[in-house]
């Protein structure tokens, strides 16, 4: 500080005389200025009084007597001054109105109040003073001129008297002006010179007097330093001092550089938030704590003491760090353990080795309901039994004194009284010695991962939508079931129960009544079962039951008998109300195998047996119908290979116009030549197509079959008559229908007029809203659409609104008792007066007699077809028929006898 005071003290100086030195240039400024006035005004009036005395204008009088004012307020203010009694503000007021500069005044008063003799100054006012009396003189002329002008005009002589004069006077006035101009010039030069060394002279006296302070405090304060430095180095803690404006490193001690593997040039002038790990520093209360990186890559974690202070001017925070890696390992630890214990999902108990509890998670509390408080000094076995409610054994203690760890499910009680399954886990706590410390139990609550599991192995052996077993849980049971009958010398029988037109119901009702539907049937099977027994579904509309603990085979005839009254009873599924039929194939063991695969797969070979034969029966198991499963198989096999051989052909059908006998369209027959069998009807082996997804390849062969067919006939001249073909559901609801149909017209070439395309009512009613689109579709290309098959299914009337649809087809089932059974006219008399109603032409199918002919004749229907008229017929007998005649005389309708 007195360095400072005594740096202050000298700059004072300094600014002081540099101030008085302003100030006197000011002056002399002023002077300057004063003079440069004077000297301007007095020649200025000269040359006005000139001009004036020439020419007697009053305006060159009146600027000499501004002028004049001028040079005699300058004169009044100096003498004024010189008589050592004058108002500063009178005198200030006079310089004013001279024009000399204001700031310069109060220096020119000083001056001329006090150092009017100093060097040249004195000389200066000599000279001023000297031509008083000749400014005095040419104002008395202008005076006169004035006098004279007023009378009139002067004669030249008297004005070239006073042109005379004047010029006299200027010749005095001009040299002492310019005297009085360079005295005042010199002036200024030596007094600046004065002011200059004087300055020099008190700045280097100044300096002389602040050095040798210097000297003796910078002497005092290197000693003070070396204290300090030696105190700096020896610190246990890094010490860093960081500008804090800029955050640079000013200086370091000796620690700090240990730390930072840098010397101590090499880290002043670095950021000190470089020292750090990126992201590693945090605020923990006045403190700041930090990783500390070291060149070789060594981090250690500092705890950092800041305070603020100052070099000189420069604001410095003191950085003073502490290594706290070991106590921030030690916290991290038992941080680490503490929330292991408070956050795992088990409870945790920690005992003593007398096994009485000390401390405990919160997760056992929230498991047991147990608090540390009434557990404390309790031994952690008391609430606990093995499964069978005995005590845990001693064995645990020595498995664990051994350095084991026991594992075991026990049955625990909570704080409520409930009990509760429990996985206990018991280690050991040793201390240095080698002797238990302390016991540490994890408790888990497996109450719902008991629950799980059973539920997981019950759906693992039942079906999820009935609660029946499934196809592994009931081969077990079969297995034990053998086993059983094997040991008591008995039998066992398997029954392989099949739904009857399931799949009818799933295509008219929706799948999610279907499924309804299977809860019921497996209700009413649940029902009809005995102690012994076991109900299985494995799988669609597929059921097996195992009647164990009888004396024969025979034996479950009873049960099967009792099973298919129960399920033909009416099931009522929501508001609707359906009944349901089932076939039954029955196997027994010892009798039809000793193995439940084979058990179960004879009596379905049985179930086959009963449906192809009957419905709504049972049958027990022949060898003879394994060889039946096996030809169905081979057939599979063959109809692959027939498309690719080319084994199918059309035969066509004719449809008559009722009222005048002519053919008016036929309908495509499908049949195949199979290679071994012969030619095989429709009815075998259209259901085994679709079971094997087939039919869309064999429908889009019949289309492209029928297109060619007619495009012959077109090209024989023959009548363009209308040709019908059926359609299943898969081909009829595929997204590619309406494209192939399109494509075949066009390969063809042929009006879609010409084509009819036949869909079953339950194929409507499965396929849905896209069956109304498909038919648009195909209504917009001119092809017709025909219901086939009209009141044979799950019939709903609702989709005859649908435009579209040309044609009904009333099935040959009301047409054969026609016209004896009135059930059936009324039948068929509604039919047509519905189809009429809705702008509808009918077809009856399968007319045989003349009877049936006239009377659908005369109840209005426009088609027929039937062996009345001719059976399915090859293209050339079609073309026989077609071809005209005129030899051929008519003939009449005849029936045509089935083969």
């Known amino acids: 500080m007195p360095l400072a005071y005594g740096l202050a003290a000298v700059v004072g100086l300094v600014l002081c005389l540099t101030w008085g030195a302003l100030q006197v240039q000011v002056t002399l400024a002023g002077f300057l200025n004063g003079e440069s006035l004077w000297s301007k005004a007095q020649k200025q009036a000269v040359i006005d009084l000139y001009v004036y005395a020439r020419s007697g204008d009053p305006n060159d009088l009146d600027s000499f007597r501004r002028n004049y004012e001028v040079l005699r307020t300058d004169r009044w203010a100096r003498d004024t001054i010189a008589t050592g009694h004058y108002k500063e503000s009178e005198v200030v007021d006079a310089f004013k109105r001279g024009g000399v500069i204001p700031a310069a005044i109060p220096g020119m008063v000083f001056i001329l109040d006090h150092f009017s003799q100093a060097p040249y100054m004195g000389q200066a006012v000599k000279d001023w003073r000297s031509v008083d009396g000749s400014i005095e003189e040419l104002n008395a002329i202008a005076n006169h001129l004035e006098q004279v002008y007023a009378h009139g005009t002067p004669t030249a002589a008297e004005l070239e008297q006073q042109r005379t004069r004047i010029d006299t006077l200027n010749d005095y006035i001009q040299p002492r002006s310019d005297e009085f101009s360079l005295d005042i010039a010199l002036g200024a ?129 003191q950085a003073i760090m502490r290594d706290i890696s070991d106590r921030v390992a030690m916290e991290q630890e038992r941080r680490i353990a503490s929330e292991a214990m408070a956050s795992v999902a088990e409870g945790l108990i920690i005992a003593d080795a007398d096994r009485r509890i000390t401390t405990i998670n919160s997760a056992l509390t929230r498991i047991s309901g147990y608090t540390l408080q009434y557990l404390q000094h309790h031994r952690f076995d008391e609430l606990r039994r093995m499964p069978d409610g005995s005590p845990l054994p001693s064995s645990i203690w020595d498995m664990v004194a051994d350095g084991g760890n026991w594992v075991s499910e026990v049955q625990s009680w909570r704080a409520d009284g409930s009990s509760y399954p429990e996985l206990l886990s018991i280690s050991a706590i040793r201390n240095s010695e080698g002797r238990i410390q302390h016991y540490v139990a994890v408790v888990t609550d497996i109450t719902r991962s008991k629950a799980d599991r059973q539920r997981l192995e019950y759906m693992v052996a039942h079906d999820p939508l009935t609660g029946l077993a499934n196809r592994s849980e009931f081969q077990r049971h079969c297995a034990n079931a053998i086993d059983a009958a094997a040991r008591t010398n008995g039998a066992a029988a398997v029954l392989f129960v099949d739904l009857d037109a399931f799949k009818a119901v799933n295509d008219s009702y929706s799948h999610a009544i279907g499924d309804r539907l299977l809860v019921k049937v497996a209700q009413r099977i649940r029902r009809e079962l005995g102690e012994n027994d076991v109900a299985s579904r494995i799988g669609g509309d597929e059921f097996t039951v195992l009647l164990g ?174 040709v019908a073909l059926n359609a299943s559901a898969a081909t ?148 026989r028929m077609l071809l005209p005649n005129p030899r051929h005389e008519p003939s009449k309708l005849r029936l045509v006898p089935p083969k």
Request: include cysteine; hydrophobic fraction near 45%; glycine fraction near 8%.
């Open 189 to 317: 030069a030596w007094l600046g010179k004065v002011l200059f060394f004087s300055v020099l002279v008190s700045a280097m006296l100044a300096c002389l007097i602040w050095f040798r302070m210097a000297k003796r405090i910078l002497t005092s304060i290197r000693g003070t330093e070396e204290r300090y430095q030696l105190l700096f180095d020896s610190a246990a803690d890094g010490i860093v001092m960081v500008d804090e404006t800029h955050g640079t490193i000013l200086g370091v001690n000796r620690t700090a550089c240990i730390w930072t593997g840098h010397d101590s040039h090499a880290l002043i002038g670095k950021k000190f938030q470089d020292l750090f790990v990126e992201g590693s520093t945090r605020s923990a209360g006045a403190q700041t704590i930090g990783m500390l990186r070291a060149e070789n890559g060594m981090v250690r974690t500092v705890e950092t003491h800041s305070s603020l202070t100052t070099w000189g001017a420069q604001p410095v925070r």
């Open 549 to 722: 603990s009888l004396r024969t085979r025979e034996q479950a005839a009873q049960f099967a008998s009792r099973l298919l009254l129960s399920l033909s009873e009416p099931m009522l599924i929501g508001d609707y109300e359906i009944v349901m039929s089932a076939s039954i194939g029955v196997s027994g063991y010892p009798l039809d195998g000793s193995d439940p695969v084979v058990l179960i797969a004879n009596a379905d070979a049985a179930m086959y047996a009963a449906k192809t034969q009957e419905r709504n029966t049972f049958r027990f198991y022949t060898p003879l119908m394994h060889a039946d499963a096996r030809m169905r198989l081979m057939l599979g096999a063959d109809l692959r290979q027939a498309l690719m051989r080319d084994e199918f052909h059309l035969a066509f059908q004719p449809s008559v116009e009722l009222r005048s006998g002519r053919i008016v369209a036929v309908e495509a027959l499908l049949r195949w030549r199979h290679p071994e069998r012969g030619e095989l009807m429709p009815d075998e082996f259209i259901p085994l197509a679709e079971s094997l997804g087939l039919i869309r390849r064999i429908d889009a062969w019949t289309l492209r079959a029928v297109c060619a067919q007619i495009r012959q006939w077109d090209q024989a001249k023959l009548p363009p008559i209308r």
């Open 732 to 879: 009829f609801g595929h997204p590619g229908f309406i494209e192939s149909v399109k494509q075949a017209l066009q390969i063809s070439q042929i009006s879609p007029k010409r084509l009819l395309f036949e869909i079953t009512e339950s194929a409507i009613l499965r396929l849905g809203e896209a069956t109304e689109q498909t038919i648009h579709a195909l209504h917009a290309l001119g092809i017709c659409i025909a219901i086939d098959d009209f009141g044979t299914g799950y019939s709903s009337l609702a989709y005859l609104k649908m435009s579209g649809i040309d044609f009904l087809k009333i099935d040959r089932s009301f047409v054969t008792d026609l016209p004896d059974s009135s059930n059936d006219v009324a039948i068929v008399e509604a039919m047509l007066a519905i189809a009429k109603s809705l702008g509808m032409y009918t077809i009856a199918e399968g007319i045989e007699t003349a009877a049936q002919h006239e009377f659908l004749l005369q109840a209005g229907c426009s088609e027929g077809q039937g062996y009345y008229y001719a059976r399915g017929l090859p293209p050339v007998e079609i073309e």
